[in-house]
């Protein structure tokens, strides 16, 4: 069980998606306040717009058409969390904006380094297995045949939602480890499902490529981002690492040391993004 404060202040981008409204919906149980920007309110249920802790900026044209005093405010919290992904679509696979994800973590690490709060702010951000660690560690676990390693290199160049995925990674490791306002973490799962909560494994580098993936579960990627946020334990363990989420059902966690817990949070829908 997470140990709960009630007094974390949350910055959450993606809130309507998949990932992002298990993140939400965990955020507030726990006493969390948190500020949202969304295009449309209308992706919010009822119950969500009236929640006291609850603070939603809506912006049809997306918080990158945000102005930098605007980021350098909302980064003024003890966590920021991004669950962006691209839409899957034509649009959003292959449209502007293209690097979504990786100019949004620059604009907040930008806008953190002008706040220059007294203590580093969370950045938690959701990204892939399908993106190594820039560090080359998850060739101590994984070792990718010839066919899988001409696969990515082909996402690499022809869609542009895995190179955002990439840049992210990489921006991570090469600037924000220099950054001494913000620590990170990002979150690797494998292939996104839907269902109640169950079992989770958390591991520090890779446990299968993409032609063997397991499965992870929105709403386990959504408690373990919580669990980050709310819990000082489980976020020294994982700060400024990439770690790989698996459902107990697909992990070989027995064998493979990873950290396990255990969830009873509701289940959420899911939407037309594919986190």
């Given at each position: ?80 969390v991004q669950c962006l992904g ?41 990204n892939t297995e399908g993106v ?144």
């Amino acid at each position: 069980m997470a140990s709960i404060a009630t007094t974390h202040k949350v910055f959450l981008l993606g809130a309507t998606g998949g990932i992002g409204s298990q993140v939400l919906k965990r955020l507030l149980d726990r006493g969390c306040k948190v500020t949202i920007i969304v295009r449309n309110t209308e992706r919010l249920s009822t119950e969500m717009k009236d929640h006291p802790s609850l603070t939603v900026i809506e912006e049809p044209s997306g918080h990158l058409s945000l102005t930098d005093e605007t980021f350098q405010k909302h980064v003024q919290c003890d966590a920021i969390v991004q669950c962006l992904g691209h839409n899957l679509s034509f649009k959003g696979l292959f449209g502007h904006p293209r690097r979504l994800c990786a100019d949004t973590v620059k604009r907040l690490c930008d806008a953190v380094m002008v706040v220059a709060p007294r203590n580093p702010i969370k950045l938690i951000v959701i990204n892939t297995e399908g993106v190594e660690r820039p560090d080359g560690e998850d060739r101590k676990t994984l070792r990718r045949g010839c066919c899988e390693l001409c696969v990515l290199c082909f996402l690499k160049y022809c869609l542009l939602s895995h190179a955002d995925n990439i840049d992210t990674l990489v921006y991570l490791h090469n600037e924000v480890q220099n950054n001494p306002y913000v620590d990170f973490c990002a979150v690797r799962p494998s292939d996104l499902i839907d269902g109640l909560p169950t079992e989770f494994t958390v591991h520090e580098t890779l446990q299968n490529g993409i032609f063997n993936s397991g499965t992870t579960l929105r709403s386990n990627v959504g408690e373990f981002m919580a669990n980050l946020v709310t819990d000082s334990g489980v976020w020294n363990k994982w700060k400024n690492t990439y770690p790989h989420i698996l459902d107990v059902k697909t992990a070989e966690h027995d064998h493979r040391g990873g950290t396990t817990n255990s969830n009873t949070a509701d289940d959420a829908g899911n939407e037309k993004k594919d986190r």
